[in-house]
């Protein structure tokens, strides 16, 4: 096999693995992944950061719109480096979240916001390493810090859209 087919097969395997932790956690608890075949995926994504794609493609585009096809959902990908430092700003996680750590570490501690989340679901505190993925769901606070600079990548899902009801309210003859 060559590189191009075996980065195209672990890609499969990367995104297909987050995509189950979204089918298992989304909307009710964050969740740490450690997806099979991150060697060649996180490589090739921490190298095209800074770099155009060819012919207006992006490896991280790319990533985005097969993890929103395996989820349902369009997909924003953005590249975040994360300073040196224990300067951590909390952020609110508005929509559904992946951060793929690509190069370097990062702490991460969460905090759900509000009553609604299911019983055990509390502050998590974890460190992400390359190759790790973390979900977050919408209404959590996030704050990112490192000891070293670190590169993530940050998938966010387009919310979902309600589902269509028939709205005809039309009173009986």
Same mark, same amino acid.
């Given at each position: 096999?060559?590189a191009?087919?075996a980065?195209?097969?672990d890609l499969e395997t990367?995104?297909?693995d987050?995509?189950?932790t979204f089918?298992?956690h989304g ?5 740490v992944? @450690? $997806?099979? +075949? ?6 090739? %994504?921490?190298?095209?950061?800074g770099?155009?794609?060819? &012919? #207006? ?15 349902g959902r ?5 590249y975040?480096?994360?300073?040196a ?13 992946f ?6 570490a990062v702490?991460?501690r969460?905090t759900?916001?509000?009553?609604? @989340? $299911?019983? +055990?679901v ?5 460190? %992400?390493?390359a190759?790790?993925?973390l979900?977050?769901? &919408? #209404? ?8 070293s600079?670190a590169l993530v ?8 859209e309600?589902?269509?009801?028939a ?5 009986l003859?």
């Amino acid at each position: 096999m060559d590189a191009a087919a075996a980065y195209l097969a672990d890609l499969e395997t990367f995104v297909t693995d987050m995509a189950l932790t979204f089918t298992t956690h989304g909307g009710r608890s964050a969740a740490v992944v @450690w $997806p099979r +075949g991150e060697d060649t995926v996180v490589l090739a %994504l921490a190298a095209a950061h800074g770099r155009p794609g060819a &012919a #207006g493609r992006h490896p991280a585009l790319d990533f985005a719109a097969r993890l929103g096809t395996l989820v349902g959902r369009g997909t924003r990908a953005a590249y975040s480096t994360v300073p040196a430092g224990d300067g951590a700003e909390e952020t609110t996680v508005a929509a559904d979240t992946f951060l793929l750590q690509l190069r370097g570490a990062v702490e991460a501690r969460l905090t759900p916001l509000g009553t609604d @989340w $299911p019983a +055990g679901v509390g502050p998590l505190r974890h460190r %992400l390493r390359a190759g790790e993925v973390l979900y977050l769901p &919408a #209404g959590f606070n996030r704050a990112l810090s490192a000891r070293s600079q670190a590169l993530v990548l940050e998938l966010t899902l387009s919310p979902r859209e309600p589902d269509r009801v028939a709205t005809n309210r039309s009173s009986l003859v």
